[in-house]
């Protein structure tokens, strides 16, 4: 089992940056694929970036191409999420994932709220 607690969200303005950290405890963090996902008020979460447990793969998805960047340090148990370029449609509640592909469990952080306005 692995306990996450995501930080940095907070009000921007457009087109400034924020960088979120997840970090982990209770288990390898070496063996979890990571991810970001985000919900926005009366939207689906959705995923946002991912990050594979084995070379580092990345993948994001459309509207966040170029300007979200996932990174992952095992030796701190964190995950990253760089964030530039905001907009105002990138508000939403952040929230980090674990998945195992070993025992297909995943798990959840709490989100963090990341809101973008002038």
């Known amino acids: 089992q692995v306990q996450l607690v995501e930080s940095g969200g907070g009000l921007v303005q457009p087109g400034g940056s924020l960088r979120l950290s997840c970090a982990a405890s209770?288990?390898?963090?070496?063996?979890?694929?990571m991810s970001w996902y985000r919900q926005a008020p009366g939207k689906k979460r959705e995923l946002v970036a991912v990050?594979?447990?084995?070379?580092?793969?990345?993948n994001y998805a459309d509207s966040v191409k170029g300007r979200f960047t996932i990174s992952r340090d095992n030796a701190k148990n964190t995950v990253y999420l760089q964030m530039n370029t905001l907009k105002p449609d990138d508000t939403a509640v952040y929230y980090c994932?674990?998945?195992?592909?070993?025992?297909?469990?995943?798990?959840w952080g709490q989100g963090t709220q990341v809101t973008v306005s002038s």
């Open positions: 209770g288990s390898t963090f070496s063996r979890y694929r």
């Open positions: 994932n674990a998945y195992n592909p070993a025992t297909n469990y995943d798990y």
């Open positions: 990050i594979s447990n084995i070379g580092g793969r990345t």
